[in-house]
């Protein structure tokens, strides 16, 4: 038994017989168009906007003032999140704008 096979012998091995078939044309035969048939574009459709029917919201108490050891007022900010961290920065940069001293009270869940 002969172990050397040389690339061709270890392709047919593996692959097979590799025939190619090519498609013989036939330079007499004319092609003929079938009826052209004209289609209308069809409108893009609209995506419908699926109305989300639970909205995630957190509520954020503060007590905000502009004096030291002063009148402070209760805020309350709403956020659009689920993340409590993310609505207490939110809500604390919120105030910042307009209120030197900002405390955090409460974050709950509506």
């Given at each position: 038994m002969n172990t050397e096979l040389t690339e061709e012998e270890m392709r047919r091995?593996?692959?097979g017989e590799s025939e190619?078939?090519?498609p013989v044309i036939n330079p007499h035969v004319q092609d003929t168009i079938a009826d052209v048939v004209?289609?209308?574009p069809v409108s893009a459709a609209k995506k419908k906007?699926?109305?989300n029917a639970f909205t995630p919201r957190l509520r954020v108490t503060?007590?905000?003032g502009n004096e030291f050891e002063g009148k402070m007022h209760e805020v309350v900010h709403v956020?659009?999140?689920l993340s409590y961290l993310f609505a207490e920065q939110e809500a604390t940069?919120?105030?910042r704008k307009k209120f030197r001293f900002v405390e955090v009270i409460s974050v709950k869940s509506m």
């Open positions: 091995a593996l692959f190619l078939h090519v004209t289609v209308q906007r699926v109305s503060l007590r905000v956020a659009d999140t940069k919120l105030a």
